[in-house]
């Protein structure tokens, strides 16, 4: 994978929610003006624009000459999403609207969902040219079985640190049943491709997605990855199926 040297900088900003909250925004453009493609980056529970997978799809897909939006589901900011305030409903919608933004400037807007930012493409149906699920999950129980309530509120470790809960964002995910998952899956219409990483434990929710989708689609594993495409070149290998995908769109 070649090195960010081509990336002459990052511009930082927020896209208004349509409920006024602000969604965080990482943007690296592929030329100097927005090119006529881009790709939005939605990461996974716990997960950060900054994680390694974000980091080197940035550097792959501005070199490819897509133009990428990396969001932010919770941030810092004063006006901003907390990861105790948030929901998945609240993660679709952010999801739409920053995909809206990017439709402003470019003529195709792609979306790749890692994690339960895959799950968060199953509720947004996002109006894109395609869509990318990687290693993303579709029984979003999974998740809280391992959380422990603590004081009546949701709490688990992450990054060595306490993450709090929004309780309501687990009452959800908890009431989502495989029926709700597949209806929710048969709605997409965006072509979508769904990457799962064969290291990891989720490769029946991959298959669960894939099966559930009726749009065009497409389904690729990666042998020696594990949830987060660090091992070897297994990110590459996510990104250069990911690209020859969008690129049929």
């Avoid at 897909?61 to 589901?73: A, I």
Wanted: aromatic letters at 12%.
């Amino acid at each position: 994978m070649s090195s960010a040297a081509y990336i002459k900088e990052e511009k930082d900003f927020y896209v208004t929610a349509r409920d006024s909250k602000d969604i965080f925004i990482r943007y690296a453009a592929a030329n100097d003006n927005p090119d006529r493609k881009a790709v939005v980056l939605a990461h996974g529970i716990c997960g950060q624009p900054e994680e390694y997978i974000h980091m080197f799809a940035r550097n792959y897909f501005t070199e490819k000459g897509y133009d990428v939006y990396r969001m932010s589901f919770y941030d810092d900011g004063d006006n901003s999403r907390k990861i105790h305030t948030t929901t998945l409903l609240l993660q679709a919608n952010d999801m739409n609207d920053v995909i809206s933004h990017a439709k402003e400037s470019h003529d195709k807007v792609y979306v790749c969902g890692h994690s339960y930012g895959g799950a968060t493409i199953l509720f947004a149906n996002p109006d894109t040219n395609a869509t990318a699920f990687w290693d993303s999950s579709f029984d979003v129980t999974r998740f809280w079985k391992d959380v422990k309530i603590i004081d009546g509120k949701p709490m688990t470790q992450s990054w060595r640190i306490n993450m709090l809960f929004n309780p309501e964002m687990m009452e959800h995910a908890n009431s989502q049943s495989t029926e709700n998952m597949e209806s929710l899956a048969q709605s997409i219409s965006s072509p979508s491709v769904v990457i799962t990483a064969l290291k990891h434990d989720m490769v029946d929710q991959s298959k669960n997605i894939f099966k559930s989708l009726t749009c065009e689609k497409e389904y690729h594993e990666i042998a020696n990855a594990k949830h987060r495409f660090t091992q070897g070149d297994t990110a590459l290998e996510l990104y250069n199926a990911t690209h020859q995908w969008f690129e049929r769109f």
